[in-house]
Protein backbone atom coordinates (compact mmCIF):
# COMPACT_ATOMS: atom_id res chain seq x y z
CA UNK A 1 0.00 0.00 0.00
CA UNK A 2 1.20 3.27 -0.90
CA UNK A 3 -0.08 6.78 1.10
CA UNK A 4 0.00 10.01 -0.51
CA UNK A 5 0.55 13.21 2.03
CA UNK A 6 0.16 16.40 0.54
CA UNK A 7 0.92 19.86 2.30
CA UNK A 8 0.89 23.80 1.82
CA UNK A 9 -2.05 24.64 0.94
CA UNK A 10 -3.85 27.65 2.60
CA UNK A 11 -5.42 31.61 1.99
CA UNK A 12 -3.23 33.67 0.04
CA UNK A 13 -3.97 37.07 -2.14
CA UNK A 14 -3.74 37.40 -5.45
CA UNK A 15 -0.48 37.92 -6.74
CA UNK A 16 0.90 35.23 -3.67
CA UNK A 17 2.99 32.35 -3.32
CA UNK A 18 2.47 29.07 -2.23
CA UNK A 19 4.07 25.77 -2.22
CA UNK A 20 2.67 22.55 -2.33
CA UNK A 21 4.71 19.42 -1.01
CA UNK A 22 3.46 15.53 -1.36
CA UNK A 23 5.49 12.77 0.03
CA UNK A 24 4.97 9.02 -0.61
CA UNK A 25 5.10 6.52 1.75
CA UNK A 26 4.59 2.85 2.25
CA UNK A 27 5.64 -0.19 -0.53
CA UNK A 28 7.54 1.48 -2.90
CA UNK A 29 10.22 0.16 -5.34
CA UNK A 30 10.15 3.33 -7.70
CA UNK A 31 7.95 6.16 -8.75
CA UNK A 32 7.28 6.98 -12.41
CA UNK A 33 5.58 9.96 -13.20
CA UNK A 34 4.64 12.56 -10.07
CA UNK A 35 2.12 15.21 -10.85
CA UNK A 36 -0.56 17.91 -9.34
CA UNK A 37 -4.04 17.93 -10.49
CA UNK A 38 -6.51 20.55 -9.32
CA UNK A 39 -10.51 20.37 -9.01
CA UNK A 40 -12.70 23.89 -8.57
CA UNK A 41 -16.48 23.51 -7.87
CA UNK A 42 -18.32 22.60 -10.78
CA UNK A 43 -15.20 21.63 -13.03
CA UNK A 44 -13.81 18.31 -13.91
CA UNK A 45 -10.24 17.68 -12.64
CA UNK A 46 -7.39 18.90 -14.74
CA UNK A 47 -3.55 18.36 -14.80
CA UNK A 48 -1.51 21.35 -13.62
CA UNK A 49 1.67 19.92 -13.87
CA UNK A 50 3.79 16.80 -14.54
CA UNK A 51 7.68 15.34 -13.80
CA UNK A 52 8.80 12.66 -14.85
CA UNK A 53 11.65 10.23 -12.77
CA UNK A 54 14.41 11.84 -14.79
CA UNK A 55 12.79 15.02 -14.73
CA UNK A 56 10.97 16.30 -17.61
CA UNK A 57 8.22 18.34 -16.83
CA UNK A 58 5.29 19.54 -18.69
CA UNK A 59 2.48 22.29 -17.53
CA UNK A 60 -0.61 23.52 -18.19
CA UNK A 61 -1.30 26.29 -20.58
CA UNK A 62 -2.97 28.23 -17.75
CA UNK A 63 0.47 27.91 -15.17
CA UNK A 64 3.39 28.16 -17.54
CA UNK A 65 5.70 30.72 -16.36
CA UNK A 66 3.98 30.75 -12.67
CA UNK A 67 4.12 27.28 -11.38
CA UNK A 68 7.28 24.56 -11.23
CA UNK A 69 6.79 21.49 -10.32
CA UNK A 70 10.17 19.94 -9.35
CA UNK A 71 10.92 16.49 -7.82
CA UNK A 72 13.41 14.84 -4.49
CA UNK A 73 13.64 10.91 -6.01
CA UNK A 74 15.65 10.09 -2.75
CA UNK A 75 12.21 11.48 -0.36
CA UNK A 76 9.79 10.27 -2.82
CA UNK A 77 8.24 13.39 -2.36
CA UNK A 78 6.96 16.39 -5.35
CA UNK A 79 6.72 19.71 -4.87
CA UNK A 80 5.17 22.51 -6.45
CA UNK A 81 5.97 26.02 -6.39
CA UNK A 82 3.13 28.51 -7.13
CA UNK A 83 3.40 32.36 -8.19
CA UNK A 84 1.65 35.18 -9.57
CA UNK A 85 -1.34 33.32 -7.70
CA UNK A 86 -4.80 34.15 -9.68
CA UNK A 87 -8.38 33.53 -8.06
CA UNK A 88 -8.74 31.10 -10.92
CA UNK A 89 -6.05 28.82 -9.20
CA UNK A 90 -8.05 28.92 -6.38
CA UNK A 91 -9.10 24.27 -6.20
CA UNK A 92 -8.78 21.80 -4.41
CA UNK A 93 -5.40 19.88 -5.53
CA UNK A 94 -4.24 16.69 -5.69
CA UNK A 95 -1.23 14.96 -5.36
CA UNK A 96 -0.89 11.91 -7.97
CA UNK A 97 2.19 9.23 -8.55
CA UNK A 98 2.65 6.39 -10.85
CA UNK A 99 4.04 3.85 -8.73
CA UNK A 100 6.00 0.99 -10.24
CA UNK A 101 6.11 -2.88 -9.75
CA UNK A 102 8.76 -4.07 -12.17
CA UNK A 103 8.06 -6.16 -15.10
CA UNK A 104 6.06 -2.66 -16.42
CA UNK A 105 3.48 -2.95 -14.61
CA UNK A 106 2.74 0.18 -11.86
CA UNK A 107 -0.32 1.97 -10.20
CA UNK A 108 -1.52 5.47 -10.11
CA UNK A 109 -2.16 6.77 -5.87
CA UNK A 110 -4.11 9.99 -5.15
CA UNK A 111 -3.22 12.14 -2.05
CA UNK A 112 -5.95 13.24 -0.16
CA UNK A 113 -5.66 16.98 -1.45
CA UNK A 114 -5.20 20.04 0.09
CA UNK A 115 -7.09 23.33 -0.20
CA UNK A 116 -5.38 26.27 -2.26
CA UNK A 117 -8.05 29.71 -1.79
CA UNK A 118 -6.55 32.91 -3.48
CA UNK A 119 -8.33 35.79 -2.80
CA UNK A 120 -8.64 39.46 -1.52
Known amino acids: QVQLVESGGGLVQPGGSLRLSCAAS????????MGWYRQAPGKQRELVAAITSGGSTNYADSVKGRFTISRDNAKNTVYLQMNSLKPEDTAVYYC??????????????WGQGTQVTVSS
Open 96 to 109: NADVAYGLGLSLGY
Open 26 to 33: GSIFSINA
